[in-house]
């Protein structure tokens, strides 16, 4: 068990509805990311955080939001959810960067 | 600002034949740098990292600072090593944050 989980695994949902998404930790990790995965785009961060209450914005944060409220819970919303967002979602975690991210195993999001 | 590229999007050899996955980044310091791997219906995983020096599944990466490359390498392709594979570049800016390629789809061919 790699300690991180993401739920759901799959959506599928229409255009302008919110959708959230949950990434859930029990290695205690201080920083958390949300990337998505697009091909010919390899993974693009979209929001992080360093702390609870601490985020910041990614390269491709328009469109989203997070929120922290405990250290294990990092959560991903899509304000009103377009066909540009249908992605992989990761959710990643790390103590510090120099010992790499352990990810989670994906949210394969479809817009409709 | 720091990039990672990755030339090529598929890369496809024979089994028993050498690999080399090219990777490119731009960064003035000191980088760190990692190689991970997505296997079919798995999760990323890290394969390795630059500063250990560490040889997993027969895959090794040198840094070369006068090219700036990290060129993934092993001698004798398996079918096994079938995947994707993503280099990445540490983010010294905030948060630890790391930068990653567009990714290169390995095939080994039997």
């Known amino acids: 068990d790699a300690g991180i989980t993401q739920s759901p695994r799959h959506k599928v949902t229409e255009t302008g509805t919110p959708v959230t998404l949950r990434c859930h930790q029990t290695e205690n990790h201080r920083y958390m990311y949300w990337y998505r995965q697009d091909p010919g785009h390899g993974l693009r961060l979209i929001h992080y955080?360093?702390?609870?209450?601490?985020?910041d914005k990614g390269e491709v944060s328009d469109g989203y939001s997070v929120s922290r409220s405990k250290t294990e819970d990092f959560l991903l919303t899509l304000e009103s959810a377009t066909s540009s967002q249908t992605s992989v979602y990761f959710c990643?975690?790390?103590?510090?960067?120099?010992?790499?991210?352990?990810f989670g195993s994906g949210t394969r999001l479809t817009v409709v | 600002a720091q990039r990672v590229t990755q030339p090529e999007k598929l890369l496809s050899v024979f089994k028993g034949a050498p690999v080399e996955l090219k990777c490119n980044y731009s960064y003035s310091g000191s980088p760190e740098l990692f190689w991970y791997v997505q296997y079919s219906r798995q999760r990323l995983q890290l394969l390795l990292r630059?500063?250990s020096r560490e040889s997993i599944k027969g895959f090794t990466a040198d840094l070369n600072k006068g090219e700036t490359s990290f060129h993934l390498k092993k001698p004798f392709a398996q079918e096994e090593d079938s995947a994707m594979y993503y280099c990445a570049l540490k983010d010294y800016s905030s948060a630890s944050k790391i930068i990653f390629g567009s990714g290169t789809r390995l095939s080994i061919r039997p």
């Open positions: 630059h500063i």
């Open positions: 955080s360093y702390g609870v209450k601490d985020t």
């Open positions: 990643a975690i790390s103590e510090a960067g120099n010992y790499g991210y352990t």
